[in-house]
């Protein structure tokens, strides 16, 4: 029978091989974490350069905006919580949401669609802000979900598709706010704008936490992109929309004939009206204009430029989009963009009025703006509708060069403002930012607080996904 003391003895030797195994293991497991997590942090892999462009605001820029009211922080987690997380619709934000009006006869309204160029500007904010959980979450959806049979995205999906509708506590809808090619098309078409900026957000995520799994994914949607031709695009127009020469000296050419819908059961591409007859002088019923062919504000240069960095091969395709875009500016007179070129020429507007969407050639300003491309005439222009009006409204006609439109066009302040940024423009930055900042909600009782707004109809309050994330993008 073994003495107390030598069972004690054995004890401890027990508890010092314990202690000791313990350290081991700890530092095993330490280790094992840490390399776990520089492998995937991308130590070890060597990235290839994107060249990636970075505009920083200007001191006085940061000044201004941080005399102001504006809460980036706040804006941008208020505007998941109330597009994604209070309408149950987890990862994807919805478009826009309508604040309850005072009284219980006034309900809150949400969209029932998801804007896929809004997901890609989501995925880009969790990117900057380091997210990359939820950056990873959000790129196996959109490959899921939001990706065609060709690689491109669709430009929209329905929020029921992708989420049960059983999981959700959905607000009143309502079709007034939609974007109208979502209401007249039974299914999605491809976008190229959201594509191409998926590109961006895609390179951008590999700069930061990118494999070689990654770049596979970017190399085979550039080939994509420079492969992919003409594809079909859709605008609303009213029933009078017909080709007419453009009327401005230096263009002498025709329109091409646009093919309309009036609804998504319409698969003839014919103009619908009473049949055997012309539609009626005095009617101005929309319908949705559809033509082959490239459109101009979808082509995200600094994102091709990035890409052709990667793939040389795809150069000379890239230099020959930016002579389209180039070559698409309506006049000198108005130097805003043609909608969409195909072999039959440019298509300079869908409406019979001849007017020209703002918000559209807006984004050609800022891809070419991007690399050092800007027209000064076209950066002239719009810096003088800020200075003289301070407003800028959805669309100008080619003619008079007169606002065509008394609705603003709220999307294309920060778009202004990033022009200002990238042209390091301290005046235009801060008459834009005046002017955006009219529709900032700083009411502590308000809903959407923190979050920049639109009036729509009936003296409404609705809350675009896309503005709010175009903020939290540009302004760094």
Not at 184 to 208: C, F, G, H, I, Q
Not at 254 to 264: A, H, L, N, V, Y
């Amino acid at each position: 029978m073994p003495s107390l003391t030598s069972v004690k003895y054995t004890n401890k030797k027990v508890r010092k091989y314990a202690i000791i195994g313990g350290i081991v293991l700890g530092v095993v497991l330490v280790l094992s974490l840490g390399i776990y997590f520089l492998m995937r942090s991308g130590v070890f892999y060597k990235k290839k350069d994107t060249a990636a462009s970075v505009f920083k605001m200007s001191a006085e820029m940061s000044q201004v905006e941080m005399e102001s009211d504006l809460r980036k922080g706040y804006m941008f987690s208020r505007t998941t919580k109330t597009l994604m997380e209070d309408r149950k619709t987890d990862p994807w934000v919805l478009s826009w949401y309508v604040i309850p009006g005072t009284t219980r006869s006034v309900p809150a309204m949400e969209s029932a669609f998801v804007d896929s160029l809004d997901q890609v500007l989501l995925l880009e904010s969790y990117v900057l802000e380091g997210k990359r959980s939820k950056a990873e979450t959000l790129i196996k959806a959109i490959d899921e979900s939001l990706v065609d049979g060709s690689g491109l995205l669709l430009a929209f999906r329905r929020a029921d598709e992708l989420i049960s509708p059983d999981s959700r506590t959905k607000e009143e809808m309502c079709d007034l706010y939609e974007n109208p090619a979502y209401l007249k098309l039974e299914t999605s078409p491809v976008s190229m704008a959201a594509t191409t900026r998926y590109l961006r957000a895609l390179m951008n995520y590999y700069d930061k936490w990118g494999d070689a799994k990654l770049l596979e994914r970017i190399e085979s949607l550039t080939k994509t992109i420079f492969d992919a031709g003409y594809v079909a695009s859709y605008r609303s127009a009213d029933q009078l929309a017909r080709p007419t020469p453009i009327p401005v000296t230096e263009k002498s050419l025709i329109t091409p004939e646009p093919q309309g819908e009036k609804t998504g059961n319409n698969k003839t591409g014919e103009n619908i009206g009473d049949e055997g007859e012309d539609t009626d002088s005095d009617e101005k019923e929309e319908t949705l204009v559809s033509l082959e062919g490239i459109e101009l504000s979808s082509l995200d240069f600094d994102a091709l430029r990035r890409a052709c960095v990667l793939m040389p091969e795809y150069q000379s395709k890239y230099e020959d989009l930016i002579r389209i875009v180039e070559e698409g500016k309506i006049s000198e007179e108005l130097p805003l963009y043609a909608w969409l070129y195909n072999d039959a020429g440019y298509m300079y507007y869908t409406g019979s009025e001849g007017n020209a969407d703002l918000v559209s050639s807006l984004y050609v300003m800022v891809h070419l703006a991007e690399i050092g491309r800007l027209d000064p005439d076209s950066y002239a222009w719009i810096s003088q509708q800020i200075y003289n009006t301070g407003f800028l409204y959805t669309s100008y006609n080619i003619m008079s060069g007169e606002a065509a439109s008394d609705v603003e066009a709220y999307e294309a302040y920060p778009l202004v403002l990033y022009l200002a940024q990238i042209k390091g423009d301290d005046n235009l930055f801060k008459t834009t930012f005046q002017a955006m900042m009219r529709k900032y909600a700083t009411l502590d009782t308000s809903p959407v607080i923190y979050m920049f707004f639109r009036n729509v109809e009936n003296s409404r309050v609705a809350v675009y996904a896309r503005e709010n994330l175009l903020v939290e993008i540009h302004l760094r």
